[in-house]
């Protein structure tokens, strides 16, 4: 099977010759479609909760525990790898190669007794060290009790990322935002752990048998180990992007429910309500305190007196004349103000009829 590689080179060439028209474009849609959802659903960006933070920062230090996870540092000795063997390398030559850099440990010596056989090496590249070194039940006639032994330690991660994904987008922890994420994020973590116990289940460990050298072996178990960490990081990442988004109300922003529609209009017409309150208590002072009924008073007067004189200009004149004979239906404007006022005078009443026009 041909194997299409692609160096660090030309993706930096493909980057840097595709970048400036990409990038651009990503941007601006990437805009257009925030201000979409503000403009669709009437929901103004806000600063990020405290309780959205709290679940991007422990999804940021799962998916960081992840990548570090990756680091050669951190994983599983090969000893293949390290001692630079054939598989099909005498035992014992093997062990003294790898006693040479480091001193032995009970785990070695178990692998010693395991690696009697070329099946059992090519497990070892399938399933890793502790599996082979520890497995009390596995032989290389049934390969797959490895596989079921390997399974808690297969299973481990995305057990424990399942449930970092549940406890953020738990409706007390995050709210409406990472609840409406929680079913796509629980099925990516599930897909996630089928697809990786698939690709383990149904790897042909037989395919390192005509290696001749150690460059032509597949290390599939530390393959895999970094690929699973690194696609867990990333469903992480994902979902921390889209909590981030759906909080702010940049993107993915859902309409508001029925519920959250009266309770908004009960509020506003709450705060109408007193406002009008409000007015009416104004009003009411003014009429009662003498003095500010006679400076309401005064300032009505003044108010009259200046429209009458404003009213008996002539430029004033003759432009009301010319809307009143040519601009404005001024029977229409009749029945709709009788109409108003007998609204006003009989809210609770039927149809109400409109009068006789003026």
Sequence with gaps: MAVISISWGTIKSLLIFFGPMLLPKALGWYRSARALASQTHGRPIKPVSSSISCALVLLFSISAAFLVRTLPIFSPEN????TRSRLKIPVDVLFTR??????LTAADEALRGKFVNIENKLLYLQFGPDVL????FCTADEPRSYLFYALPALLAPHLLN??????VTAPAATGRAGSSWRTVATIGAVGLAMVDLLVVSQYSYQANRQAKDVSELDFFF?????????GLALLNFLLGLALYQTSTNRMFVSPPSPAERVETTVRALQGVRGKLDAAGVVKNTTIRDDGLREHSSGYWGHEVRL???????????EGVNDALQNRIDIQSITRNAEQYAANLIQPGGGPVQPGPSA
């Design 79 to 82: 000893i293949f790898a390290v």
């Design 98 to 103: 790898l006693s040479a850099l480091r001193p």
């Design 133 to 136: 070194a520890a497995c009390p």
């Design 162 to 167: 399942l449930a970092v994904i549940a406890l």
């Design 222 to 230: 530390w393959s895999a180990r970094v690929y699973r960490s690194a």
């Design 307 to 317: 429209m009458r004189d404003m009213m008996e200009e002539r430029e004033v004149i």
